[in-house]
């Protein structure tokens, strides 16, 4: 089988009612792409458990925030719980959480929001995030710590937590060599995990092992999480991320299901740069540009369920209309979507998913506040590269008020000292103190008018 799997092979096979091997079985629940109002969800059924996963899932690593009596900030369960009544009425059932998530926060109040529903009405995916500490000792505690926060006696759907940074080593130190892969094969025959996989961020050289382990039968993959997009598809860097296309044929050859994170790219695809905005306006007007980006991920049948870290009611209410009148893409639209990443990889932005595993900062810096700032100027405009842009002091002034509203000035990042405590938290293996240098410098030269 090649790497790549065309569109037009899946529209043949999908004509002749057949599903592609490895493909997932789909639910088109409403003809229609109207977008009037919330339709029925979009559902796919996953060929190894059976269960009917709705393709719109609830990543709950932006659950909206509050500060406390003390200032700390805390997830608002009010509107967690708000959102989550929503998300179930319209139809979400998959909800994908970590102990890292938020600061470690962000289970205890999924767990809280869905535990008032009945068990069997919805999908519960989490992690064994034991990056800081693996000793046996402490993953089989955050284990098990996951099923009082979450409220459950079972996990549908468990993962290893983002194996591929640091290769073959890192794995074997995480869960081979404690014996934590023994004990979660237990569980799982136990039945307290139903479907055991991972998440992956690494090169290729990592995923073919990861593969090979699955072919040889050292290990079964029952399912895999992939960051998947009309960039990364077949734009990724090569170094720290692999091109999705490759992910995707190779996961789809072994008939594993895909769960994708980052269809929007932490955000960047539904805030695109002005030109490729009025590209895709002219062609939908009603449409934005987060529709574009989730009917690209849909339109792969190998897909199982696309999460989306959605932090108020507004994209919530929007992604349910998307996927309640769900239209995959046609052969012109995905060659559209080639044209559009093409224009994406133009910018000089930074590759932050505002995932958040960097923080906090030992030095209170806010890497990933600084990281929106910036990557956000490159696509609305305000970035400026020469002194003799139209409106230069205008574009300077709105970038370097913006900056500081955005972060206070002790978390900017001419804070940084460089010191590398970060660099082995970040699933995109991104140089951060590298690139904050880089942004300082901008904001310096911004200040002392020399560009």
């Known amino acids: 089988m090649e790497d790549k799997i065309t569109r037009r092979a899946f529209l043949k096979s999908a004509a002749a009612g057949a599903v592609a091997a490895g493909a997932l079985s789909c639910g088109r629940a409403a003809a229609g792409s109207s977008g009037e109002g919330p339709g029925e969800m979009e559902t796919r059924v996953n060929h190894v458990s059976g269960d009917k996963v709705s393709l719109l899932g609830y990543g709950c690593m932006r659950w909206p925030m509050i500060k406390d009596a003390s200032g700390k900030d805390v997830i608002d369960q009010e509107k967690v719980n708000g959102m989550v009544d929503y998300a179930m009425a319209h139809g979400i059932n998959y909800y994908d959480t970590s102990p890292a998530y938020l600061q470690g926060q962000s289970e205890r109040a999924a767990g809280i929001a869905l535990s008032r529903y009945p068990r069997e ?40 937590h983002a194996i591929g940074g640091g290769g073959r080593e890192a794995f074997e130190r995480r869960y081979v060599n404690n014996g934590i892969m023994e004990f979660l094969y237990a569980e799982k025959a136990a039945g307290r995990i139903r479907n055991l996989g991972f998440s992956f961020h690494g090169n290729k050289d990592s995923f073919d092992y990861f593969m090979s382990l699955h072919d040889n039968g050292t290990y079964h993959w029952d399912f895999c999480q992939i960051e998947m997009n009309y960039v990364d598809w077949t734009h990724a860097d090569g170094k720290r991320n692999v091109n999705a296309d490759y992910l995707y044929a190779e996961l789809v050859k072994r008939n594993i299901p895909i769960v994708v994170m980052e269809p929007l790219l932490g955000g960047r695809l539904a805030n695109v740069p002005a030109n490729i905005a009025t590209r895709l306006k002219t062609l939908e007007p009603d449409r934005s540009a987060a529709w574009w980006a989730f009917r690209f991920v849909g339109s792969w049948p190998g897909v199982l369920c696309i999460l989306s870290g959605m932090t108020s009611m507004d994209p919530l209410k929007e992604n ?109 293996s991104i140089p951060i103190p590298g690139e904050l240098a880089r942004i300082n410098r901008y904001v310096e030269k911004l200040k002392q008018g020399k560009i």
């Open 320 to 428: 349910v209309e998307t996927f309640g009148h769900f239209k995959p893409m046609d052969d012109k639209e995905l060659a559209l979507m080639e044209e559009m990443a093409v224009l994406m990889k133009e910018y000089p932005m930074v590759n932050c998913t505002s995932c958040k595993y960097c923080m906090p900062c030992p030095y209170g810096i806010d890497i990933p506040g600084i990281f929106h700032h910036y990557n956000r100027s490159v696509t609305d405009g305000t970035f400026v590269t020469d002194s003799s842009t139209e409106n230069y002091r205008k574009l300077r002034r709105a970038f370097l008020l913006g900056y500081d509203r955005a972060v206070p000035p002790e978390r900017q990042a001419d804070h940084c000292i460089s010191c590398g405590t970060c660099l082995s938290h970040c699933p995109q």
């Open 121 to 160: 009405s919805y999908y519960i995916a989490t992690k064994l995030s034991n990056f800081g500490n693996p000793s046996p000792e402490a993953s089989i505690k955050m284990y098990r710590d996951s099923f009082g926060e979450l409220r459950t006696e079972y996990f549908d759907y468990y993962l290893l």
